[in-house]
């Protein structure tokens, strides 16, 4: 196993985030939880998935970041921030929560939606997956009122 492996099992995809001896910490890119620890030996029989298997299941395409616009790319640093205090204790959960509760103060926005940034860059592993989706605004017929 190599970091940043993609591998499936039963419909499950996950990414590979760090390796040591016989474990290996591992992100469900389908549920978007925050990374666990398994035994090495629990994950035989998995198999190899490509970025494009994993964009295509989630109904996502991600967009270069040179051309998204300027305020989307601004919100994605931005959360790139908030998430790049942790990375460095991503092996170790209990640096990690702390870290997540750290942040969360610091930045004033809640443990969850610092939880949400980071298994979101994880997942994806870039930077453009941090862009707020669009909204789309349901056209609404005018009264007279």
Request: with cysteine.
């Given at each position: ?91 170790d ?23 949400n ?8 592993q ?20």
């Amino acid at each position: 196993m190599e970091k940043n492996q993609l591998i499936k099992c039963q419909g499950i995809i996950y990414r590979v985030l760090a390796v040591e001896e016989d474990s290996i910490l591992l992100i469900d890119c389908i549920k978007k939880s925050m990374p666990r620890w398994y035994e090495i030996g629990r994950i035989e029989g998995y198999e190899d998935c490509t970025e494009e298997e994993l964009l295509e299941s989630k109904g996502i395409e991600l967009v270069v970041e040179q051309d998204l616009s300027q305020k989307a790319r601004c919100t994605a640093h931005k959360r790139f921030t908030v998430v790049a205090g942790i990375l460095p204790f991503l092996n170790d959960d209990r640096f990690r929560v702390e870290a997540v509760k750290k942040i969360s103060k610091e930045k004033r926005i809640s443990k969850q939606t610092v939880r949400n940034y980071l298994c979101q860059y994880l997942t994806y592993q870039s930077i453009s997956a941090l862009v707020p989706k669009e909204r789309a605004v349901p056209d609404r017929e005018l009264t007279e009122d």
